[in-house]
């Protein structure tokens, strides 16, 4: 059954009359817009019959692992058939798979508290550009009041007119859980979040279906996560009652249970403040196509830390896009002055679709790491200073992830992008070499990173190439800082800023070597990949960078022998 997410635009005195409980109804995405095809990978249609078609879907989904779909409760019951990849209902050739409803044993279809259930999928979803997870809120956390927050579905355009083919999608805001209360008269616990379309006349949603944050409107971007699941509401495009959908992360632990273990969120870390960003850095809890099955790591991550609080921490998981890093005590580089440092772009080149660095070893090939990877293809940004400045090269890559990444403990976190087309060298676009094979950093040693990020704690995000030089720490003072909260190995090397501010880095960017800070020069050697790390300003914490030179066979194979160390 179809449930309006803010209803069906009924009369003020009629909705009065339904404080008692939520309204049932099909949905409505009065003022919403169709999604961008492939935009919303993680999107699942529920249809009452194997063929699929329009006729049949009557609930939506959210895939966040390849076997597992999460939904509403009040949806559950009988046999459900998951549509995978869809954009128009119709559309022929998707994934249609069979399942079987896990729903909450304390779900109450009378207020809908613990409106949430699991789909078990028969077979694992093939994953591909338009079929993929996204992860899950942290254990515990809330979406603050005003945050942005995109739903998706399939439902009438406006008040009892004819119900889309295509998926529509509308954004609205974060509703703070006592001001919703307040506006529906009580009803509202804390297994439940509201949002609202502020000055819209939006009635989003496909019960089931999925609000999400980190988003982008346009495209699907690697830090997408849910935060709730499209519940009930009543009024339409009316701000004194917004919609409500289920929280969550209140279900982290009987998710992982039901699961065992293939699903997971993190764990908040309130003692920790994470740094660098989500956006270049902070791992979210990802839930794995293979399912690394390993829980959470209670730690927040940064490279070099951020110095601001963010909701997850060290996962199984994957890239949460939030915040960006600070570069806390770092300064401008000097325009031209780091020509083999690449930006990586999830749509057009701007500094708001910017998620992490690299590093120009060829024309054709950029050196990264595996935990910015995605499906399908990357931009990559050439010859950058400041990320909104137009004429810059901009080509298309592929990923090539290490086999061996770890994505629990980050080990081997390396990953190369192929380039379609060779990039064109200047002064402003560069190669750099790779350190000799096998060789170390030695303690002490000045190291030069850099990338894009907040010169302050809350404050802006500054489009312009930052940098800021720190020294190697042994691999033994490495492992004795961080103890048994991280594993450093053979493959990392460490670094931290003696005595400054620093919450430097982009994940993915270059860690270097024999460097000039006014300028570039020939004998730049990239050291490292910037991989994670946790603290802010405090030499206790290192940052940790994948070691390059660990890996110069494996650049060797996969480039066909045009890379080398």
Known sequence: MKIVVFLACLSVAFAAHLKGGPTWARNLIVGGVEAPRGSRPYQVALFSKASGGFNSQYCGGTLVSDRWVVSAAHCSGGAVYVGLGYHNLNDNGKQIIKGSWIAHSSYNSNTLDNDIALIKLNSAASLSSTVATISIASSGSDPSSGTSLLVSGWGSTSSGGAYPYELRQVVVKAVSRSTCNSDYGGGITNNMICAAASGKDSCQGDSGGPIVSGFSENSHVSGTKLEGIVSWGYGCADPKYPGVYTHVSNYCS????????????????????????????????????????????????????????????????????????????????????????????????????????????????????????????????????????????????????????????????????????????????????????????????????????????????????????????????????????????????????????????????????????????????????????????????????????????????????????
């Open 254 to 565: 009987w998710i992982s249970s039901k699961t065992s273990g293939a699903v997971s969120c993190c764990l908040s870390a309130e003692d920790k403040k994470p740094a660098v960003s989500a956006h270049l850095f902070t791992l979210h809890c990802k839930n794995l196509p293979s399912r690394r099955r390993a829980s959470c790591v209670i730690m927040k991550l940064l490279i070099f830390l951020a110095c601001v609080s963010l909701a997850c921490a060290f996962s199984p998981g994957r890239l949460l896009r939030g915040p960006r890093n600070l570069i806390v005590g770092g300064v401008e580089s000097p325009v031209g002055s780091r020509p083999y440092q690449v930006a990586l772009f999830d749509g057009p080149a701007s500094a708001n679709n910017q998620f992490c660095g690299g590093t120009l070893v060829h024309p054709q090939w950029v050196v990264t790491a595996a935990h910015c990877a995605g499906a399908g293809k990357v931009n990559v940004g050439l010859g950058f200073h400041d990320l909104n400045e137009n004429g810059n090269q901009v080509i298309a890559g592929s990923w090539i992830v290490h086999p061996n990444f770890n994505y629990n403990t980050l080990n081997k976190d390396i990953a190369l992008i192929k380039l379609d087309a060779a990039a064109t060298l200047s002064d402003s676009v560069q190669t750099i070499k790779l350190a000799s094979s096998g060789s170390d950093v030695a303690a002490s040693t000045a190291l030069l990173v850099s990338g894009w990020g907040s010169i302050s704690s809350g404050g802006s995000y500054p489009d312009k190439l930052r940098q800021v030089v720190v020294s190697a720490v042994s691999r033994k003072d490495c492992k004795d800082k961080y103890g048994s909260e991280a594993s450093i190995t053979r493959v990392m090397i460490c670094a931290a800023a003696s005595g400054k501010d620093s919450c430097q880095g982009d994940s993915g960017g270059p860690i270097v070597s024999n460097f000039d800070e006014g300028q570039h020069i020939d004998g730049v050697v990239l050291e490292g990949i910037v991989s994670w790390g946790f603290g802010c300003a405090d030499p206790s914490y290192p940052g940790v960078y994948t070691r390059v030179a660990k890996f110069c066979d494996w650049i060797a194979t996969e480039t066909s022998n045009v890379v080398t160390c």
